[in-house]
């Protein structure tokens, strides 16, 4: 495949409203594709994004890539309040880039948008069948919110102050 469609800012209405934007890189012709999705607080035009996925040469494979700016980022709506919306926003995404009839979908990234394939994956949406989450921690109860069963003050302290 040579040719792909590129849809900048395409919105994701979550269930409580807030209108989440997204890149999406489609193969050109009919689908459905496989999706590989990457939802991150960096900017979805960040260069950090190609590094481990390169959306345009993905479409040319035969995938939709769809790369999300999490809640209160960059062209998303909301406040952004780092973990807390995650698994209900991951999963609402996934249904909404799945819909209406796709059953081969899975999520790719590192660090912060690692994290955001785990809360996904909690939040178990029917359609996501694989997580590659890199450079993260696999049990956010071993240092990320707790550590040896301690609170983690430096991530879990600031969120209870606001």
Same mark, same amino acid.
């Given at each position: 495949?040579?040719?792909?469609?590129?849809?900048? =800012?395409? !919105? @994701?209405?979550? $269930?409580? #409203?807030?209108?989440?934007?997204?890149?999406?890189? %489609?193969?050109?012709? /009919?689908?459905?594709?496989?999706?590989?999705?990457?939802?991150?607080?960096?900017?979805?035009?960040?260069?950090?994004?190609?590094?481990?996925? =390169?959306? !345009? @040469?993905?479409a $040319?494979? #035969?995938?939709?890539?769809?790369?999300?700016?999490? %809640?209160?980022?960059? /062209?998303?709506?909301?406040?952004?309040?780092?973990?807390?919306?995650?698994?209900?926003?991951?999963?609402?995404?996934?249904?909404?880039?799945?819909?209406?009839?796709?059953?081969?979908?899975?999520?790719?990234?590192?660090?912060?948008?690692?994290?955001?394939?785990?809360?996904a994956?909690l939040?178990?949406?029917?359609?996501?069948?694989?997580?590659?989450?890199?450079?993260?921690?696999?049990d956010?109860?071993?240092?990320?919110?707790?550590?040896?069963?301690?609170?983690?003050?430096?991530?879990?302290?600031?969120?209870?102050?606001?």
């Amino acid at each position: 495949m040579t040719e792909i469609q590129i849809e900048a =800012d395409v !919105p @994701a209405r979550m $269930r409580d #409203g807030t209108v989440l934007r997204a890149d999406v890189y %489609r193969p050109g012709g /009919a689908g459905p594709w496989p999706v590989l999705l990457s939802r991150l607080p960096y900017g979805k035009q960040t260069p950090v994004m190609t590094v481990m996925l =390169d959306p !345009p @040469a993905a479409a $040319r494979r #035969g995938f939709m890539v769809v790369i999300q700016d999490t %809640r209160g980022r960059f /062209a998303s709506e909301g406040e952004w309040e780092p973990f807390t919306y995650e698994e209900s926003d991951g999963y609402d995404t996934v249904r909404w880039a799945a819909a209406p009839r796709l059953k081969r979908f899975g999520m790719i990234g590192g660090s912060y948008f690692g994290n955001t394939q785990w809360m996904a994956a909690l939040s178990k949406p029917p359609e996501l069948k694989a997580i590659a989450p890199m450079i993260t921690r696999s049990d956010p109860d071993d240092g990320l919110w707790t550590r040896g069963g301690a609170i983690e003050l430096g991530l879990t302290v600031p969120r209870s102050l606001q």
